[in-house]
């Protein structure tokens, strides 16, 4: 509920009234500025360790990657950068080896892991399909793998039909031509050895499942098989399943004639990927082969692509081969993570944090020697990649710092609201209350229009509320039982009056004569009844009055006072007349009550037996009128308040139980007709100054 009070009855408070208020925003403000000066912090603290970070680790990425592409593995990568996967026909590699002993199980076994350019099967096969780095002792195709498989059943000296023994058919299409061999499995060494070793003898492959009568093993064709004595999984049993090791090594006719060319042999072959090769392990009577290239889900051997997984975001890997022409360097770039969700906002901000003593680019070059030629690796980074990182982290986390700040935002708002406002409501009332209370005579009526009842409540603001709610009532009782009193007091001065008047103008029939001196006091008497009449309280009256100004001779006025005071019991007042007449303007009634007070003023405290001086003097357009008796000075702090309603003017002894009016109305019928009086202690005496303008 509103005040219904104007602007001016509510008072201006300072800032003082404010302060809890102030502290509380301000404590509130300050968690929320500390709470993202925090997180700030964090993030220059975690962008600066980051960097420092990144600078590290940097240098170890660039041993990792040199460490492996100087392996076997990474060497075989470098050198066939377009390397696939497994499919219906496989493309040879080009080995970091000029070849592989493909006679010897460990050492071809010991090449291709060391090289890694194993394609693997579900099934636990494996294939490598390479050609040796030497073209003089490279310049054929090998197969080196692996199958399972239950005993091998081999083909005897002669035997013509292929169908009943384990076989191998290859097919190899290169350049326009397509060349298929059939190699069945001839075993070698005794048949009590666990271990079974045998030769892969190639023809041509005809298509006819029987070989021809005069058919010859192809020269250059050289394979062998060798199958472990021990079963793949469980106890050793017959007609388990066994791991199976083959090595072949294929003729290329053009490989060949490149080598007795006149022209050294470009090495290796441009074409080296668009050579297909496909190689199955069939076992007798069967249509199903036990090994198949062309069988799905194989994994690829490694490649270049792998070096991705190391590289950080904002690192770049080039490698460029040196002294070849028209060859774009690879370029592998560092995992994106571009791809998780961050604010555009919160990515500006982390760029803006400084980063002290680094730019964040940093790059290392070295140069690879391999047998195909020397290449130049080239690894630069750019650290603020690691921006995009902590701004996707930055976003995640800002869910929590977003819930932390509303949360201080909630407990404000309910504390602003529920609280601080209603304090502050309070406030203002009290302090309309305390201003009005202190205010004039109508202060007890603007206090009834003040109502605190609506901040009510069973906390400790409402209860605080509802005293002051209870008090505010008892005042306005107060004040309607005032207002009924002085309404009361009013009509007995009413009736009081009007009682007066009849027999002071029964008065005025018993003295006609203008110039009697009774008739004047008989006036006087009327005038004070009618000013006194219908007002509540005498200063209320005095205040109320209307005077009627008109020219008056002040010194011949004076000389009349000082005549006529013995008829008033005031005896020894002296007036040194001026001799010449000073006009003012005054109402006649009301300026002798003005000095009829102050002569009887002057009376009471002279001392005995001493006169009372009245002297006139003109002044700046001003009559001054003095008036000084002898006797006992006005105390020093009352010579301001003398004048004021109810200060007593009694004697210095506290006698004669004056209400203090009398200096009071002569204060008020001067000021009503523009005139002014102090006091002063002068001459061993009190002296009372009065001025009025002079009128025409």
Known sequence: MKLPLGARDRPRLGLAAFTRRILLRGVFALLVIATLALVLALLQDEKERSYANYQRGFHRTQAELMARLRHPAGLLALLNPAAGGGGPALHP??????????DDQNKAQQAVEMAGCSVRYPDGSSVCVAIGSNPYAGGFVYLVGSFRAADLVPRERGMLDLDAVHRAQVTLAMRGETWRWIAPFERLGGTRSPLVRGRLTGFVDTGAPTLPSHARPVRDFRGWLWQAGACAEGEPQPGCVRNTFFSIRLPVQAFSEALFGDQRPVWPPADLDRIEVRMQVLGPGSDEPLFDTAAPGASPPPSLQDLRKALLPGETLSIRKLGAKDTRPLVLHGRDESAEPSSPLITRLVRQLPVKGTTGLV????????????????????????????????TRMSWYVGAMLGAIVLAWLVIELGLIRRITVLTRRAAAVSHNVQQDARGGERIGQLDVSDLRGRDELGILAGGLADLLQRVKDDVQREQLRARQERDMLQAVGHEILSPLQSLMVLHPDPDDPARRYVQRMQHAVRVLYGQASPSEALAAADLSLAPLDLDEFLRHVADNAAFAGIAGVQYAALGRPVVVRADGFSLEDVFTHLLRNADRHRTAGTPIA???????????????????????????????????????????G???????VARTYLAKMGGSIRAANEDGGVAMELALPLGA
């Open 93 to 102: 590699l080009l080995l970091p080896y000029a070849a592989i002993d493909f």
């Open 363 to 394: 790059e290392a070059r070295e140069l690879l020697a391999t047998p195909a030629g020397r290449y130049e690796v080239l690894l630069t980074g750019d650290a603020r990649g690691i921006e995009r990182g902590l701004s996707a982290v930055a």
């Open 614 to 656: 009245i002297g006139l003097s003109v002044a700046d357009g001003q009559a001054l009128v003095r008036i000084h008796n002898q006797g006992p000075p006005i105390a020093p702090q009352l010579l301001d308040k003398v004048f004021d309603y109810g200060v007593s003017d009694a004697a210095p002894d506290g006698s004669g």
């Open 658 to 664: 004056r209400r203090g009016q009398g200096l009071f």
